[in-house]
């Protein structure tokens, strides 16, 4: 029984590809994936910053994993480089949708570029980045997909009306991706962090007032530590959530059940 159980969780011979897998969120998921098995495929547009998280990975992780720079706005590179990653490993059966932008901008100084921007690289590059993933993921009856929501997929927080939008797409595009793959053995499903130390966070870190009352609206006590995100991104990933599927998990320490 206890070998049945860690097969579960074992990511062995699986492939995934993890955007915004350069830092933050997106780096400790691809960690995560490539300590319980997987190999991993970090893409982002910071050549540098995609090697360093990658010496982490194969030093930490212990195993295989390579890099694409790219720029995942521009969506006519998107199918090259899901056909990369499959050059590396073969085709990509585990997505980790991190890649994002949150610009923190008030309403009155949102622009029509900045909004396009943020809904591009938050909401658009998901869903047709997935796409791309679709056919090879289908022809193996397998695949799990991960998006990146946010407290913001529930709640709204101030100057952030554009992220706010596209975060929420998030949860509703995570449902429409279950509806419309899972039969083919494809799982969507989303993670929706609270307040975690990165780059996108960063002005939130540098006010120990904020910091503080952060903490003090979550049930637990205390803000995010990027390893509390290691077991919802592998049990996510792995044949222990073949039937859980559409589901948006707050991984807030309670800031949501308050």
Known sequence: MLDNIRQ??????????????????????????????????????NEAALAEAMAQIKTEGGGRGVTIAADLLDRSTLGDVVAEAAEAFGAPDILINAAGINLREPYDDISEASWQQTLDINLSTPFFLARHCIPAMKSNGRGNIINVASLQSFRAFSNSMAYGASKGGIAQLTRAMAEAWSPFGI??????????????????????????????????????ELSDLDGVTVFLASAAANYITGQIIAVDGGFTAK
């Not at 990511?11 to 955007?19: D, E, K, N």
């Not at 996108?200 to 007032?209: A, F, G, I, M, S």
């Open 8 to 45: 579960l969780f074992d990511l062995s011979g699986r492939v995934a590809l993890c955007t915004g897998g350069s830092s933050g969120i997106g780096r400790r998921m691809a960690l995560a994936l490539s300590q319980a098995g997987a190999e991993v495929v970090l893409v982002g547009r």
């Open 187 to 224: 799982v969507s499903n989303a993670v929706a962090p609270g307040f975690f130390p990165t780059e996108l966070t960063r002005k939130v870190y540098e006010n120990p007032e904020l910091l503080a009352h952060n903490a003090s609206m979550t049930a637990i006590g205390r803000n995010g």
